[in-house]
């Protein structure tokens, strides 16, 4: 009847809340959904592949991106660098282009003051212990930097009031299928083509 705008799907959490995971499956259950690759100063984890799951720079390059305003929002997590790449995604979302993006609490909420009408979800694990266990389970911190992500768990978890949604991750199939239904709301949320629709049948009187 007439073209949507791309929606911006911005997945948050703790770290270990499997928003990871999570936006894995949803991308490999909708074929039509197209994920930012997010640039960072970070190393590669084993089995992660520049280009694909992140653009890996060194920090120097990524100053010099920010200086040259290439990034949609860039945050410190830690002792990293992580940026949303800018004109890349804002073409895809005038295309029509639904993208997703999996980022920090810091980084989600640059890209809430510079486009509101993203979708903002809150993944949440089903306790801290599990969230410990997750953390622990993936052998890819030290103890050190574990305690650390752990500490913080509670104070992240108390951002989710700037989110539009949240889910608990329990359970993948679950938590793409009410991902799914999220979207499926806000494609037919009048806020968005009010102004469309109305233009529309205006024109056929």
Same mark, same amino acid.
């Given at each position: 009847?007439?073209?949507?705008?791309?929606?911006?799907?911005?997945?948050?959490?703790?770290?270990?809340?499997?928003?990871?995971?999570?936006?894995?499956?949803?991308?490999?259950?909708?074929?039509?959904?197209?994920?930012?690759?997010?640039?960072?100063?970070?190393?590669?984890?084993?089995?992660?592949?520049?280009?694909?799951?992140?653009?890996?720079?060194?920090?120097?390059?990524?100053?010099?991106?920010?200086?040259?305003?290439?990034?949609?929002?860039?945050?410190? $997590?830690? %002792?990293?660098? =992580?940026?949303?790449?800018?004109?890349? /995604?804002?073409? &895809?979302?005038?295309?029509? *282009?639904? !993208?997703?993006?999996?980022?920090?609490?810091?980084?989600?909420?640059?890209?809430?003051?510079?486009?509101?009408?993203?979708?903002?979800?809150?993944?949440?694990?089903?306790?801290?212990?599990?969230?410990?266990?997750?953390?622990?389970?993936?052998?890819?911190?030290?103890?050190?930097?574990?305690?650390?992500?752990?500490?913080?768990?509670?104070?992240?978890?108390?951002? $989710?009031? %700037?989110?539009? =949604?949240?889910?608990?991750?329990?359970? /993948?199939?679950? &938590?793409?299928?009410?991902? *799914?239904? !999220?979207?499926?709301?806000?494609?037919?949320?009048?806020?968005?083509?009010?102004?469309?629709?109305?233009?529309?049948?205006?024109?056929?009187?």
């Amino acid at each position: 009847m007439f073209k949507r705008k791309g929606l911006l799907l911005v997945v948050s959490g703790p770290s270990g809340a499997g928003k990871g995971t999570i936006c894995k499956a949803l991308l490999k259950a909708n074929e039509d959904i197209k994920l930012s690759v997010s640039a960072t100063t970070r190393k590669p984890r084993v089995g992660e592949v520049d280009g694909i799951n992140y653009h890996f720079v060194s920090k120097e390059k990524f100053q010099d991106m920010i200086s040259h305003n290439e990034f949609l929002e860039y945050a410190q $997590i830690y %002792d990293n660098f =992580y940026g949303t790449p800018k004109s890349s /995604i804002m073409e &895809s979302l005038n295309n029509g *282009q639904d !993208i997703l993006l999996e980022i920090e609490m810091q980084g989600a909420m640059q890209i809430k003051n510079v486009y509101p009408e993203g979708v903002f979800i809150f993944a949440l694990p089903p306790s801290l212990e599990e969230l410990k266990n997750r953390i622990v389970g993936r052998g890819t911190e030290t103890m050190e930097e574990i305690e650390k992500r752990f500490g913080c768990a509670y104070e992240e978890i108390k951002l $989710i009031e %700037d989110y539009d =949604y949240f889910i608990f991750n329990k359970d /993948i199939d679950t &938590s793409v299928k009410e991902i *799914q239904n !999220i979207i499926a709301c806000e494609k037919n949320r009048v806020k968005r083509y009010k102004d469309i629709i109305l233009d529309k049948f205006k024109e056929e009187l």
